[in-house]
C-alpha cells in the first residue's frame, strides 16, 4: 500500500506564490510518474502538471506560471505556483504511479490540499 501526504495549501492574494508538496510512502519499488490534479467547485479535475521519469508537461493554463520538481530520495513532488490568479483556485490532489516491491502497478492520490486564491 502507498500512501502520499500533501501540504502547502492555503490563503494567497492574486500575483502570490505557493508551494505545494506531497510524500510517498509504503512499500514502493518504483515510481514512474508523479504529478498535480486540480479539482475546482462543480468542475472536473484536471491536470496541472506532471513529472514522466523527471521529464515535466503541463496544462496550458499552467505553463510559464508553475514548476513541478522532484526528490526522487524523499519520494517526494512539490509545485512551485507563480504569479497565481483567481481561477487557479481548486483543491490540489498529488498522484503518484509506480510499482510496489511485491510487483503491483500503483495509482495512489493524496487528501487533497486547498488552494484559494483571493483578495
Known amino acids: 500500500q502507498v500512501q502520499l501526504v500533501e501540504s502547502g495549501g492555503g490563503l494567497v492574494q492574486p500575483g502570490g506564490s505557493l508551494r505545494l508538496s506531497c510524500t510517498a510512502s509504503g512499500s514502493i519499488e518504483r515510481i514512474n510518474a508523479m504529478g498535480w490534479y486540480r479539482q475546482a467547485p462543480g468542475k472536473q479535475r484536471e491536470l496541472v502538471a506532471v513529472s514522466y521519469g523527471g521529464i515535466p508537461d503541463y496544462a496550458d493554463s499552467a505553463k510559464g506560471r508553475f514548476t513541478i520538481s522532484r526528490d526522487n530520495a524523499k519520494n517526494a513532488v512539490y509545485l512551485q505556483m507563480n504569479s497565481l490568479k483567481s481561477e487557479d483556485t481548486a483543491v490540489y490532489y498529488c498522484?503518484?504511479?509506480?510499482?510496489?516491491?511485491?510487483?503491483?502497478?500503483?495509482?495512489?492520490w493524496g487528501q487533497g490540499t486547498q488552494v484559494t486564491v483571493s483578495s
Open positions: 498522484n503518484v504511479k509506480g510499482r510496489t516491491r511485491g510487483g503491483w502497478e500503483f495509482a495512489s
